[in-house]
């Protein structure tokens, strides 16, 4: 595989998104020149291409707290909750109160963080591993599962089990039942304009291969091109390489700064009108990376490009709506979030259902 870093003139022409469900040999795009690293996204937007093409990369803009709400949360003025009674399980409040702990006052409209009442909820934290309770780290690779989730699935099957849509009878209704109200839910957690807009996938991997496979087959050919960045996961490289592989379009890939931010100024150059689809990652599974994602959204429908979202490790940590995002689809995974393994999540915009009727087939009832 040749890598050669290609850096087109930058168009400038306005397409409408929504137009032309349109058909990449790969070319990375080689990074950096020797430059220090650039400390905030901000002065990306000094580089090479209009500011204003970049509207309000503000925390908020990026989903997260503003400076005020840190502030506040920050104040050392604020006071410290007492704890309920004796034998308190607040650890650090305890340090704190023994003045072990030497860590900024928190002030909060919650109660303290109880991480006992926390693990009480996960029945597999009672485990001991190597002589010593159970401590899980690892929520990016999965989560363990809360209780109320542990019971909802066997009460599936000890109350409802049966095939969804698929039969008249009392236990096939209430199957079905349980299954829309999941997709109401999660239409409702994501600010989805409809149900008929969420597709129930195994995971972030299948959905993004699903969007590759139906969508990307039918709309992407040769000459065209797919934009992703050095932060994708391999389940957000690898079907857009095969995809890339087969129709012969290009892959083309934004570098990222030494502290892994989305060089702005590069992904515009590589934005042009034969920029058929991005696809990028919201979270970075490796650096905790947030992309300003609503405007690189934005920044893909100028040109004309269609843009999927990986949610997969951002959707736990930030709030999730599809519609203020404005992606055209947003994909991630149940177990990463306190659900069962073998479930996820393929949002799709209406329109990107009509532009490939091999997916329209996944949103239906
Ligand atoms: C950013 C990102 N995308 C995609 C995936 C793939 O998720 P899954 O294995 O649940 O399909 C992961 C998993 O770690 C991830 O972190």
């Known amino acids: 595989m040749g890598y050669t870093c290609h850096q087109n003139s930058r168009q400038h022409k306005l397409l409408d998104s929504t137009a032309g469900c349109g058909k990449p040999h790969v070319r990375w795009c080689g990074r950096g020149n020797g430059r220090n690293p650039v400390a905030s996204t901000r002065s990306k937007l000094s580089e090479g291409f209009e500011p204003g093409l970049i509207a309000g990369l503000s925390p908020e803009a990026y989903g997260l707290p503003s400076e005020a709400e840190l502030q506040k949360l920050l104040s050392p003025a604020a006071t410290i909750p007492a704890s309920s009674g004796s034998g308190s399980s607040f650890y650090f409040i305890d340090e704190l109160k023994s003045g072990g702990f030497n860590s900024p006052a928190l002030s909060s409209a919650h109660p303290p963080f109880d991480v006992q009442a926390v693990r009480r909820d996960f029945p597999i934290l009672k485990e001991r591993v190597n002589g010593h309770p159970l401590v899980w780290f690892d929520n990016a690779a999965t989560t363990q599962k809360p209780q109320v989730v542990i019971d909802r699935i066997s009460s599936f099957y000890e109350h409802e089990n049966s095939n969804i849509h698929r039969a008249a009878h009392e236990l096939a209704a209430r199957a079905t039942d349980a299954y829309e109200k999941a997709r109401d839910t999660v239409a409702h957690f994501m600010n989805a304009s409809s149900s008929s807009e969420i597709v129930f996938v195994r995971g972030t991997t299948e959905a993004i291969n699903l969007v590759a496979q139906s969508w990307g087959q039918q709309n992407i050919g040769a000459g ?142």
């Open 224 to 365: 065209d091109e797919i934009v992703i960045t050095w932060l994708e996961h391999h389940a957000n490289i690898v079907p857009w390489k095969q995809l890339c592989d087969l129709t012969g379009a290009t892959l083309r890939v934004v570098p990222v700064d030494d502290d892994g931010q989305v060089l702005l100024g590069e992904y515009q150059k590589l934005l042009t009108t034969r920029t058929k689809l991005v696809s990028f990652t919201q979270v970075s599974n490796a650096l905790g990376t947030v992309t300003p994602a609503k405007e690189m959204i934005a920044m893909a429908h100028r040109v004309g490009a269609r843009v999927l979202l990986d949610g997969a490790q951002s959707v736990s940590h930030l709030r999730v709506d599809v519609q203020a995002l404005d992606c055209d689809w947003f994909v991630f995974s149940g177990h990463k979030i306190f659900g069962p393994t073998g479930i996820g999540v393929l949002y799709g915009k209406a329109v990107s259902f009509s532009c490939s009727p091999s997916l329209k087939n996944f949103n239906q009832r």
